[in-house]
């Protein structure tokens, strides 16, 4: 872990792969954070036990530069689902973000069926 206490730190990549936006990223060691805006900043907190699937996707406008979105799915009533776009080296991301969700999960001891049991529909469109 860096002295900013962030895992991972990016942000979101434009035109030729080039970091020129106000979407940054910063994964923590128990949770996820999304900072977006500029003028008027709004930040997104998503703890990393409640993640319930990751998908990575790579479409070819994105691979020509190294990129990939990570898309997310997860047991938060206010952020259900949400995407990880456009970053540098995804594939390694998602691993490093699914081996962390899962030690989260032990660590609190959750299991992935404790939040379908509720009765609420948990679950992501297909992409």
């Known amino acids: 872990m860096s002295a900013t206490g962030y895992v991972w730190k990016d942000r979101k990549r434009t035109i030729f792969g080039l970091p020129l936006s106000f979407t940054v990223y910063k994964l923590k060691e128990d949770k996820l954070l999304i900072e977006t805006g500029f003028f008027s900043k709004k930040e ?10 990751l998908t990575l996707n790579r479409p070819f406008g994105q691979r020509i530069f190294g990129l990939g979105t990570i898309h997310c799915c997860t047991a938060d009533k ?7 776009k456009k970053i540098k080296k995804s594939s390694e991301i998602k691993e490093m973000l699914s081996d962390m969700v899962e030690a989260e999960r032990d660590k609190k001891r959750v299991a992935a ?3 379908m049991d509720d009765g609420d529909e948990i679950g992501c469109e297909e992409l």
Do not use: A, G, V
Request: hydrophobic letters at 30%.
């Open 44 to 53: 997104e907190e998503i703890r990393l036990y409640r993640i319930m699937d």
């Open 113 to 115: 069926r404790e939040y």
């Open 78 to 84: 206010s952020t259900p689902e949400f995407d990880i």
